[in-house]
């Protein structure tokens, strides 16, 4: 939000509009200019005053009251006539890009482009000519080498800008065809992330004389020695704030030994009060539901201050948007436009809700098509945030580290970005399209909008053109893997950034997203046809681009499994070797000395991997043993143990069990299978002759592997980590029919024993659910992994008294689900059936010898 004002600015070279007020944070029939304005009404006129907008222009401006709405300005600025006033960014949400008008991100990366050349701002230089080359193009415009340094030389963005010119026109080049919003968005994206975002300094001193700087931040309060943060202190800690004179004091809830109440000393008592009053703003604006009401003063004397924050808090911003309807108000990008004030809101706009269906009003439609329709927005909008993965949060960490050559750059993103340009128009129209099926906007307008399919079928002829990018998939996966072995910067980059929340696959798997998307519209055309009679000659076309990338998506899906594999296990090198092909992976009980140990088992088309789970940070597998399928015996049971097993391999003989029969019959089925064909095979597997013997060695377990080890490694929810934990297994086939089977919607959520309904944003994907609050959330707050699952409908004992509900259940854990309709609470049942079962066999390995891109 900015800070409260009645100011109407006229800034601005770049945009051009009509009047936007935004939504304000005061409450309603609450006026600036009528609270507390005595102090400039007893000299019987306003007062002029000069204004310094976001933009650096300046404005004069005939007021009443300051920008604190219940004082007189002349008792809180002694010359206002002769003072310059600047508008500023007052609360930094932790998400800029989930502020709805985007008049108000513009604003916002104003405040950023002015933080940045003033310093406070602080990061890399190769971040900062990021940022440089994201605010010259929302100028200026696409790339034009004169252009550019003439605005360069007259603007400074940056104060190292000298050095790193030709950087910025570097990367401003790489900008070509983004819109100044997009260059906004993507200013926002860049800097939010940056620890010195929105932070700003209030020097202080600590009990041993040490000079720090306090901030106040939307989570609570920072402390920072330098531009270091050292501590945080969250809202949910600090049980109160005072100061007394010169002295700030954070009174904490006691936890343990340690001392509940710190000291800061500061300059002056006026710059603590400051401090504390920003701090007591902050957490009304962030922290509470309602707005504080002000206490009654003392009649006699008073003791402290009786400051309260003055306005709606972010919730009853959030509540007033949703309630009212609030639209949002489009503005052209170039020319002058007047304004008064634009406070931040986010767009939660979510369906209602009413008692008969959990997210549908009763007005909208129940036709079969409008939840086809509904579900390939959803998934769109799933999608669209996965390409986002790779388009804006893996190529801002790889340009933030100068980690990647320019060749593969441009190779990556050149192929990538014309489909997620594409994409973003595609869901525009799906989400403009279901809007007028509703009947939430342009009510007025006349037509035939109770239909998807040719938005669908004119999107899809589109998506033709794309196929030649499509089949570029492939040198993309294998570049970008040799580059990560070759260079060990990007290799780091590459780790850390797996390690991130956004990242909540392994990163190659978003490189194959394109594809399986194209196959998820196959199948929902095929859906959209059952429902519509006839057929049309487009919906062919697209069945003819899908069958020419269904090989190459088989291949690369393979390479990608492969690749991961290299990357969580320990102890195995060139896995990626032409020609092999993973089959399954899953947890069995190995016979050693010491009994039945649990191991977890990789089978490939050309040898069989086992493995013990490590105990470093990142929670990697180390392999103990290596056989090769060359020469190995077909496997049969013949033990007295309950689902035991005996593998016979040309080196060595090793007896397994596993937690199951139907487990058991798995893995007899697809090693036999693979021994089978490793005999047909013409190619003499010798590449692995030297096998490792197994080493249960304590110590080799212990050991310290990688550089990200203190690391916790957060992608714990991956399907080797499950089958460990849940005692399964998965084979390509399931991995194969889990890329059909993608979801995303929102559900209604609720716990074995609780009693409310919880409203979350669920994608299924890889076997997992993961769990978002809205769909504009960049990560999840938590995933559920399904191998092991039982899905069905809630038992009477259950005491579920709802429509379209499912149960989902792994032992004692328990889960209901609401879905909006028959439909969509079906399609569910579908998916989650399909992960947690698992029962598919390995049907479809990769022919021999090398094959077209094209699959000729």
């Known amino acids: 939000a900015f800070e409260q004002s009645p100011f109407g600015l006229t800034p601005g070279t770049r945009l051009g509009a009509q009047f936007n007020a935004g939504i304000s944070t005061l409450e309603p029939g609450q006026s600036l200019s009528a609270n507390m304005a005595t102090g400039a009404k007893s000299h019987g006129r306003g007062l002029q005053i000069r204004v310094l907008g976001l933009d650096d222009s300046q404005e004069f401006f005939d007021i009443e009251v300051w920008l604190e709405p219940t004082k007189p300005i002349i008792k809180q600025v002694r010359r206002p006539t002769n003072t310059l006033f600047r508008l500023s960014v007052k609360f930094f949400p932790p998400d800029p890009g989930q502020l709805q008008e985007e008049y108000t991100r513009y604003l916002f990366s104003l405040q950023m482009k002015r933080d940045l050349m003033e310093g406070r701002l602080t990061c890399t230089e190769n971040t900062g000519a990021l940022l440089a080359s994201h605010l010259v193009q929302s100028e200026i415009g696409d790339y034009d080498d004169m252009a550019d340094r003439d605005f360069l030389r007259v603007n400074k963005l940056l104060p190292y800008q000298d050095r790193v010119l030709e950087k910025i026109l570097d990367l401003h080049r790489r900008h070509m065809g983004q819109t100044p919003a997009e260059s906004d968005f993507q200013v926002l994206e860049i800097a939010r992330k940056l620890e010195m975002y929105g932070v ?275 040198e993309v996966l294998t570049e970008l893997e040799k580059a990560t072995k070759r260079l060990k910067k990007l290799e780091t980059v590459y780790k850390e950034f797996e390690l991130q929340k956004v990242c909540y696959l392994p990163l190659n798997t978003f490189l194959l997203k394109p594809i399986q998307r194209l196959m998820h519209y196959k199948l929902i055309l095929e859906r959209l046809c059952k429902h519509y009679s006839p057929a049309h000659r487009d919906h062919d076309d697209l069945a003819d681009i899908a069958a020419q990338l269904q090989s190459s998506l088989i291949r690369l899906e393979n390479f990608q499994k492969l690749t991961e594999l290299q990357r969580d296990l320990i102890g195995i090198e060139n896995l990626t070797t032409p020609g092999r092909e993973f089959i399954r992976e899953g947890c069995l009980y190995k016979l050693t000395k010491k009994g039945l140990q649990q191991r977890m088992f990789f089978l490939f088309s050309d040898m069989l991997l086992y493995t013990s789970k490590g105990v470093t940070a990142t929670n990697q597998f180390k392999v103990h043993g290596q056989l090769p399928l060359h020469g190995m015996i077909e496997s049969e049971n013949e033990w007295s143990v309950p689902h035991c097993f005996t593998i016979y391999s040309a080196q060595r ?204």
């Open 200 to 474: 700003r300094f209030h020097p202080a001193a600590d009990r041993e004389g040490t000079k720090i700087n306090l901030a106040v931040a939307h989570m609570g309060l920072q402390v920072f020695q330098g531009n270091t943060k050292i501590n945080t202190f969250n809202w949910s800690k600090i049980r109160k704030l005072s100061f007394k004179r010169k002295r700030f004091l954070i009174k904490l809830h006691p936890e343990g030994p340690h001392q509940d109440t710190l000291e800061f000393l500061m300059a002056s008592r006026d710059q603590c009060k400051i401090f504390w009053k920003n701090c007591v703003e902050h957490h009304s604006f962030f922290r509470l539901f309602d707005q504080p009401q002000p206490k009654s003063k003392a009649i006699l004397f008073t003791r402290g201050s009786s400051f309260r924050y003055s306005g709606r808090t972010q919730k009853q911003l959030v509540e007033y948007v949703r309630d009212s309807g609030a639209k949002r108000t489009p503005y052209q990008s170039e020319g002058k436009i007047a304004f008064l004030f634009c406070h931040h809101i986010f767009s939660l706009q979510l369906c209602g809700f009413d008692t008969k269906c959990p997210l549908l009003p009763q007005r909208y439609p129940t036709d079969k098509a409008y939840f086809i329709a509904k579900e390939i927005l959803t998934t769109e909008r799933t999608y669209l945030k996965d390409l986002e993965v790779i388009t804006v949060w893996f190529r801002s960490a790889v340009i933030k580290e100068n980690a990647m050559p320019e060749g593969l750059m441009t190779l990556l993103f050149s192929n990538i970005d014309p489909i997620y340009e594409f994409h973003r128009g595609f869901l525009k129209e799906i989400d403009q399209r279901l809007a007028l099926w509703e009947g939430r906007s342009n009510a007025h307008v006349k037509g035939d909008y109770q239909r998807i399919g040719d938005v669908m079928l004119r999107n899809m002829s589109a998506l033709k053109e794309f196929t030649s990018y499509l089949q570029k998939h492939d």
């Open 653 to 856: 003989t090793i007896v397994v069990a596993a937690s199951s029969k139907v487990e058991m019959g798995k893995w007899i089925e697809d090693l036999n299978m693979a021994i089978d064909m490793a005999k047909k095979s013409q190619e003499k597997s010798n590449i692995f002759l030297d096998v490792s013997l197994e080493q249960e060695s304590e110590d080799d377990m212990h050991s310290s592997r990688t550089s990200l080890d203190k690391q916790t490694h957060h992608r714990a929810n991956t399907t080797m980590h499950v089958c460990w934990h849940r005692n399964t297994s998965v084979s390509m086939s399931d991995h194969s029919l889990a890329v059909e089977n993608q979801l995303s919607g929102y559900l209604l959520r609720k716990f074995k024993n609780s009693n409310g309904w919880q409203k979350l944003w669920v994608v299924f994907t890889n076997f997992c659910l993961f769990f978002y609050k809205t769909h504009q959330d960049d990560f999840p707050l938590a995933s559920l992994p399904l191998l092991g699952y039982t899905v069905c409908t809630p038992e009477e004992s259950d005491s579920i008294h709802k429509e379209y509900v499912f149960k989902l259940q792994f032992k004692s854990h328990v889960y209901f689900f609401r879905a909006e309709s028959e439909y969509t609470f079906e399609r569910w049942m579908e998916v989650i059936k399909s992960a947690a079962s698992t029962t598919g066999r390995m049907s479809l390995l990769i022919p021999k010898g090398p094959m077209e891109i094209n699959g000729n």
